[in-house]
């Protein structure tokens, strides 16, 4: 037993060619940009803060080679002070950049989320009846939060991620051809590999996440169907509660599924790069092995090239699946704009006049209510006006 209406909702049902494109719409961009110019200010603040603390990521393996090959050998024990001093400051100052960075993130993100809502809500309430008669009420609810949430976690995380791993990568990759141009040009040989696990891998996240949303949103519209009051009323009515609840059972076995499936395919995915992250750190610890005994480089060099190494492999890692995460992200704006579209079927005339107010009262004539034998009103009977 379903509730709802035929024809409007396959007119504003989701195209699933949009989810399954591999490309950015510069429109879709282009709206979403609108939405985040009132925050400019806030987002500046965050590219700076993501800026700053990259940078300060690459002061610790310095100081280690500074104090493998400088300080110790030397004894000098007041340069040891300043980079013990150092690696305490740069995690702290680190930190405080993490803090300016999420308060901003948050408040751009929030407000841009908060427009989104209250422009979607108010489009809506302008819609006709025949709108929602003929539109799964569940569907409509999963809008407001499954795809808004999802959204506005494209803006406070997919999209700050991308920049952070962005400025880490070529910023690691700028200090590691300055320290030893030989390694930096090693480990720059395994990065096309790590784009075979990413290709096969990206495209099934793509479509068990697609999938995900679709079940989702059903099961949302089953329990907004089946547990409202109107809703609950018809299943008892009509003794169909083990029906429904088997149904719900399918349903939400399907969400369970698809959470399971995304798990094991993620989990592939990062083995898949560690490996080659494997091969990577090892080529480059054999060959800074060669030339650390040939007197070509100092152990405090390969110490600090090691570290450069993981931040370098860490990001590129990240970026591997930027695509499919960037492209399924905004799959919840389009789902968002596809509500903001729908046009509206009644509008007002331009030269429409506001409404005064208006005052009366209504009057009941040879009227009566009785409850048991008592006779409670008969006549006449006046309501005051409505204030």
């Given at each position: 037993?379903?509730?709802?209406?035929?024809?409007?909702?396959?007119?504003?049902?989701?195209?699933?060619?949009?989810?399954?494109?591999?490309?950015?719409?510069?429109?879709?961009?282009?709206?979403?940009?609108?939405?985040?110019?009132?925050?400019?200010?806030?987002?500046?603040?965050?590219?700076?803060?993501?800026?700053?603390?990259?940078?300060?990521?690459?002061?610790?393996?310095?100081?280690?080679?500074?104090?493998?090959?400088?300080?110790?050998?030397?004894?000098?024990?007041?340069?040891?002070?300043?980079?013990?001093?150092?690696?305490?400051?740069?995690?702290?100052?680190?930190?405080?950049?993490?803090?300016?960075?999420?308060?901003?993130?948050?408040?751009?993100?929030?407000?841009?989320?908060?427009?989104?809502?209250?422009?979607?809500?108010?489009?809506?309430?302008?819609?006709s009846m025949r709108f929602f008669t003929h539109t799964?009420?569940?569907?409509?609810?999963?809008?407001?939060?499954?795809?808004?949430?999802?959204?506005?976690?494209?803006?406070?995380?997919?999209?700050?991620?991308?920049?952070?791993?962005?400025?880490?990568?070529?910023?690691?990759?700028?200090?590691?051809?300055?320290?030893?141009?030989?390694?930096?040009?090693?480990?720059?040989?395994?990065?096309?590999?790590?784009?075979?696990?990413?290709?096969?891998?990206?495209?099934?996240?793509?479509?068990?996440?697609?999938?995900?949303?679709?079940?989702?949103?059903?099961?949302?519209?089953?329990?907004?169907?089946?547990?409202?009051?109107?809703?609950?009323?018809?299943?008892?009515?009509?003794?169909?509660?083990?029906?429904?609840?088997?149904?719900?059972?399918?349903?939400?076995?399907?969400?369970?599924?698809?959470?399971?499936?995304?798990?094991?395919?993620?989990?592939?995915?990062?083995?898949?790069?560690?490996?080659?992250?494997?091969?990577?750190?090892?080529?480059?610890?054999?060959?800074?092995?060669?030339?650390?005994?040939?007197?070509?480089?100092?152990?405090?060099?390969?110490?600090?090239?090691?570290?450069?190494?993981?931040?370098?492999?860490?990001?590129?890692?990240?970026?591997?699946?930027?695509?499919?995460?960037?492209?399924?992200?905004?799959?919840?704006?389009?789902?968002?704009?596809?509500?903001?579209?729908?046009?509206?079927?009644?509008?007002?005339?331009?030269?429409?006049?506001?409404?005064?107010?208006?005052?009366?009262?209504?009057?009941?004539?040879?009227?009566?209510?009785?409850?048991?034998?008592?006779?409670?009103?008969?006549?006449?009977?006046?309501?005051?006006?409505?204030?």
């Open positions: 037993m379903r509730m709802h209406g035929g024809n409007w909702f396959s007119y504003i049902s989701f195209d699933e060619s949009k989810q399954q494109r591999r490309h950015i719409d510069r429109a879709l961009l282009r709206r979403i940009f609108a939405y985040a110019r009132p925050h400019v200010l806030s987002v500046l603040l965050v590219v700076l803060a993501i800026t700053a603390s990259s940078l300060l990521g690459l002061v610790p393996p310095l100081i280690y080679r500074d104090l493998i090959d400088n300080v110790l050998p030397r004894g000098d024990f007041q340069r040891l002070n300043w980079l013990a001093f150092g690696l305490f400051a740069v995690p702290l100052l680190t930190g405080l950049l993490g803090l300016v960075q999420r308060h901003f993130g948050a408040r751009a993100g929030e407000g841009i989320i908060y427009d989104l809502r209250v422009k979607m809500y108010e489009h809506l309430s302008r819609m799964k009420a569940g569907e409509i609810v999963s809008r407001f939060n499954t795809d808004v949430v999802g959204a506005q976690n494209a803006i406070t995380g997919t999209v700050p991620d991308i920049l952070t791993n962005l400025v880490t990568l070529f910023s690691t990759l700028a200090v590691m051809v300055t320290i030893e141009w030989r390694l930096a040009l090693l480990s720059i040989v395994v990065l096309p590999l790590f784009l075979l696990p990413a290709r096969r891998v990206g495209r099934a996240l793509r479509r068990v996440r697609r999938q995900a949303m679709e079940y989702n949103a059903e099961m949302s519209n089953q329990i907004a169907e089946t547990l409202s009051v109107n809703g609950a009323l018809l299943v008892k009515t009509f003794g169909r509660q083990q029906d429904e609840l088997e149904s719900f059972r399918q349903v939400g076995a399907q969400v369970r599924d698809a959470g399971i499936r995304r798990a094991q395919i993620g989990q592939l995915f990062f083995m898949g790069l560690g490996l080659v992250g494997a091969i990577g750190t090892a080529m480059v610890y054999w060959m800074g092995g060669y030339l650390v005994l040939s007197d070509a480089i100092s152990i405090g060099t390969i110490v600090a090239f090691s570290a450069y190494l993981m931040r370098l492999y860490q990001p590129i890692s990240a970026l591997t699946n930027v695509q499919v995460e960037f492209v399924t992200s905004m799959v919840s704006f389009e789902r968002v704009f596809e509500y903001l579209d729908v046009p509206v079927e009644i509008r007002d005339r331009p030269d429409a006049r506001e409404l005064d107010r208006v005052e009366g009262h209504i009057r009941f004539d040879h009227v009566s209510f009785q409850y048991g034998p008592a006779l409670l009103t008969e006549g006449i009977a006046e309501a005051a006006p409505v204030e």
